[in-house]
């Protein structure tokens, strides 16, 4: 099946600074997502972006879908952003699941 | 809109016992999947449906199952708990088209001692 990576495992960061969170994959893909997990487990929606540029507020995401790809970018951190970070995607056909990658723990420090 | 819903949040059973987890999807929604997450193997699919029948299955021993019924709403049972099935069991509602964006509900977190 599809294959997910994302770099780095760990990230921490003093608030303020920026950040890029990249999500690579191994097939082409009809569904990527990005989510946040809040301290209580939820997976919250970041982006739907299985392929070009969206932006919301301080965050952004591209996907690069011919070269297997998708960055997260986090500007002006701040210490809310803090928690884990996942891509996940659908390669589509007859399968309806999400693959996920391990995730970005980040860490924003005041 | 309400978002997905779960019910219960917490659980605590012991080795042995069987359990049941619901999950209620965004309304319009007709598609369900379940999702197991524990720190040594990430998140994990189990099941989808879609108008009450499972398109897809995960790598889960026949123990995990699950239903939807014409409501949407879907349940998952799993019996015989061993303590390894101690996780974080989310839910995921989408239009159910291949490629849909999924939405997740807030988990229900069991603990089997």
């Known amino acids: 099946g599809i294959q997910v990576e994302q770099s780095p495992p760990d990230l921490i960061l003093q608030e303020g600074a920026n950040s890029t969170l990249r999500c690579n994959f191994s097939d082409s893909v009809n569904n990527l997502q990005w989510f946040h997990q809040n301290p209580w487990g939820q997976l919250i929606n970041l982006f739907y972006?299985?392929?070009g540029t969206k932006q919301n507020g301080r965050l952004s995401a591209t996907t690069v879908a011919t070269e297997r790809y998708s960055l997260l970018y986090i500007s002006s951190s701040q210490t809310t952003d803090s928690g884990v970070y996942f891509c996940a995607v659908n390669s589509g056909g007859s399968n309806y699941k999400l693959t996920f990658g391990k995730g970005t723990l980040l860490t924003v420090n005041p | 809109k309400a978002g997905v819903t779960q019910t219960p949040r917490y659980l605590i059973k012991t080795r042995g016992q069987q359990v049941t987890l619901s999950c209620s999807p965004i309304s319009g929604h007709r598609s369900v999947s379940w999702y197991q997450q524990t720190p040594g193997q990430g998140l994990q699919f189990l099941f989808e449906y879609f108008s009450e029948t499972q398109r897809n299955k995960g790598n889960f021993p026949g123990r995990f199952s699950g239903r939807q019924f014409s409501n949407s709403r879907s349940e998952m049972n799993v019996s015989t708990l061993e303590l390894g099935d101690s996780a974080l069991y989310l839910c995921?509602?989408?239009?159910?088209?291949?490629?849909?964006?999924?939405?997740f509900g807030p988990g229900t977190r069991l603990t089997v001692t």
């Open positions: 972006i299985p392929s």
């Open positions: 995921a509602s989408s239009l159910g088209a291949a490629g849909s964006e999924q939405y």
